[in-house]
């Protein structure tokens, strides 16, 4: 009965890890490379693979994690990607500025790099991956509104 229920968001959420899992690992190669094989600059670095990743990830979720979703054009669903992506990113930012800025004002220890480390890369991802996985299933990949159904004709004679 629970499977029934919820068993197309089991899949959808592990087919979602799957493509971040993949965009992670190009993320991080491709800034690797471009630090150490290309010498460019870490920003310039970290820009270049971080949209390469997103591109990836988009194309990985619209055509396998929402493929029985409904298409409204490749421009509307890729510029709505990169601004929930944005908006992850937001989130991430506020989990950091609220426990080193915030809570750091008050107690030293969640100053320190350990813990801004814990609170951007494990709590503001975890964070900002759920505000991402609900936006792109309901802005960016939306379900189809139910169609109406014609009315059967009843002809009395």
Sequence with gaps: MLWERFGHLVR?????????GAAFIVDFAIYAFCLQGLGIETLTAKTIAASVAA??????????????RERSGLVREYGLYFFFNLVGIGVALGTLALTHYGLGSVWPVFRTEAADYLSAQFLGTALGTLVRFWSYRTFVFPVAPPRPVPAESTDSD
């Design 55 to 68: 591109t990836l990830a988009f194309f990985g979720n619209r055509f396998w994690t929402w493929r029985h």
């Design 12 to 20: 959808e959420i592990g087919k979602f890890g799957v493509v971040g």
